[in-house]
């Protein structure tokens, strides 16, 4: 039996998406091979790594100058990664502090660069995106990076940085496919593949082609976006079995109607949720309304003693991993695209159930 | 149908694996979840993780001042992560050259250090292991490092060098888990798992503790050995999944009766290929007697202009990826430890077949 998993990620997958890799896994459309056999240069594996990457490209609307690379290690390699590939002949880089996953990036960027943190939600607690307007960015920043959804605090920009000339940065691992992105106003967009796309393991860079130039000599090659934009990401061998069961996801996406769609599905998840935080006391989310993310939920009971009664209930319901990060604390449910409405369902009325029994 | 596939890697998987893993792929063991979606803090990753760890400690009896890491990005990558590594104070490194993938070694690690080519087998076309005392080590090198076997070329090393107290590294990527290691001889190992461990994304790296204090300041996070051993590999997300393949290719192994049983497989395999080569003048194997590889056996017809006729017919014969590599040309067949018996057989069966028809 399925449960509803609300893992921040890696994470809960279309479950059609697992009956097909189920079914193909010894033989791959009579291949007489698993895709995990696959030379990655064989015929069959390249049909699969260019169907993924046509798709992506056909969900996010990604315009022909950028690159799309699949690599590996995640969002936290690429918080190396980036500086490497971005400095050029730049010493410094502005980042916008938004929760644990900036921190995380800006602690990594500054054994490559000096950091300049434009904007800090620290003041808050991290419960809010500061306006563009408050921004300190300085002029010879080689990138201002930003991470768009921060999976821990549930913060979300709904609105995109407008940076001029210098290219934005952003790490989108936690929300990408789940809502429009108009890319060309990014210079890299990167994220891990465990939440929103697929299996951990899987990286995947968007990079405008005018930045491909600026790599410092330090940077290792299979994390060289330049050297993988010219050999199609395969200058290692790829993750892919990860790239494949992603390409199983954005078919899934497709089908269901692409990003408009699952947009809309993702804003009816999310108001199922906040709009019962907004209702009772007995529950609260700390973050300010306009901020709030759709994939990432943080919610504190006010009794917190009540902590392991709710999650001890909520398994007992066939719902798991909602408890918060430790850094914050409470609960969070994480509803990725593949988080059907029924889940959030199951939850609110087990929240609500919850309150009447404990309230 | 499954067919007989001697891709260099990705390769074949035990049939069994693939078998258990198709049948896990939408529950694991009741827990509701596919391994894909598990958060990789939850306890029944942690438990897939932990056993996988054991297993491979026992298969390889890694003795217990070593640390075994599951990290990404392969080979390649750690053609870089190694110097960055081990380098501390120092600033160069010898490499012995024994084909393509110790020149991609020898290449990456330019960009960190001074390397000094202790030994090269160029000058007859990579065919050979040169004996260590030809070797002209240096006396200040951070490490040495070999490529115990060459998936190219086809080259293995059936000794163990001794580099005194200058740690020895080995990418063993293509023949870890065939044979008997002395880990205790080596200050670090390291893999790519897609050849005889599992899928793609997972690279496992075998480092003494004693060495894990040397990194460079540049070293990202996610492939700094100390910072991983230290989060148990989850530093970053690990590539999950794969490391729940190569468990099971773990436990596979482990039933087969560990690594001296497999090990008198692959010798026996091995023997059916090379003794047929070495009775026929139709094909022939370019690699010294005492370093050939018994996991990646090149051969050239003798008549280059039927090397398409033989690809043909292996196909019609269920029989696939034998196509040599562009650098060396003619053909190769991997038999790693998944390829079963049957798979050489079928192939030797095939050759001779072949040489009687157009010898």
Redesign the interface.
């Known amino acids: ?3 509803f ?1 609300f ?7 279309p ?1 059609d998406v ?2 097909t ?3 193909e ?3 791959w459309r ?5 895709v ?5 240069r ?1 015929k069959e594996f390249i049909s699969i790594h260019e169907k993924a990457l046509a798709d992506l490209r056909e969900l996010l609307a990604i315009p022909p100058n950028y690159k799309v690379l699949f690599l ?6 690429e ?3 980036v500086p490497m590939n971005l400095l050029g002949a730049r010493t410094s880089a502005d980042y916008v502090n938004t929760g644990e996953w900036s921190k995380k990036s800006i602690k ?1 960027a500054k ?2 660069c000096a950091v300049n943190v434009a904007a800090s939600a620290e003041d808050r607690s991290f419960t809010y995106v500061p306006a563009q307007a408050t921004w300190k960015t300085s002029r010879d920043a080689a990138y201002v990076h930003v991470c768009t959804n921060e999976t821990i605090g549930g913060v979300e920009y709904h609105w995109t940085p407008d940076t001029g000339d210098v290219p934005l940065v952003a790490d989108m691992s936690s929300h990408i496919l789940s809502r429009a992105v108009d890319v060309a106003k990014y210079g890299v967009i990167y994220a ?1 593949a ?1 939440k929103n796309m ?5 990286t995947v860079v968007i990079v405008r082609d005018d930045l491909l130039d600026r790599a410092l ?7 060289h976006w330049k050297e993988q934009a010219e050999s199609d990401s395969m ?8 790239i494949y ?1 992603a390409g199983l996801v954005f078919e899934w996406l497709k089908a269901r109607g692409g990003i408009a769609a699952i947009e809309r599905a993702n804003i009816a998840k999310a108001a199922l949720l906040y709009d019962y935080l907004d209702r009772t006391e007995f529950y609260r989310n700390p973050v300010q309304r306009e901020d709030r993310s759709r994939m990432n939920v943080p919610f504190k009971l006010r009794d917190e003693s009540l902590d392991e009664a709710f999650l001890k209930g909520a398994k007992e319901r ?1 719902m ?2 909602l408890k918060g990060h430790r850094v914050v604390g409470g609960m969070r449910a994480s509803i990725y695209n593949a988080m059907p409405v029924e889940g959030v369902r199951t939850l609110v009325d087990y929240m609500q159930e919850f309150e009447q029994r404990h309230g």
């Open positions: 039996m399925r449960i998993n893992s921040a990620g890696p994470a809960v997958l479950e697992l009956r890799a189920a079914s896994m010894l033989d009579a291949s007489g091979m698993s995990m056999e696959m030379s990655h064989g590996q290690g995640g969002a936290i390699a918080n190396a990664v990594e054994k490559y891990g465990q697929g299996p951990a393991g899987l000599p330090i940077t290792p090659s299979a994390f200058l290692n061998t790829p993750a892919t079995y990860s069961v066939g798991v991993q």
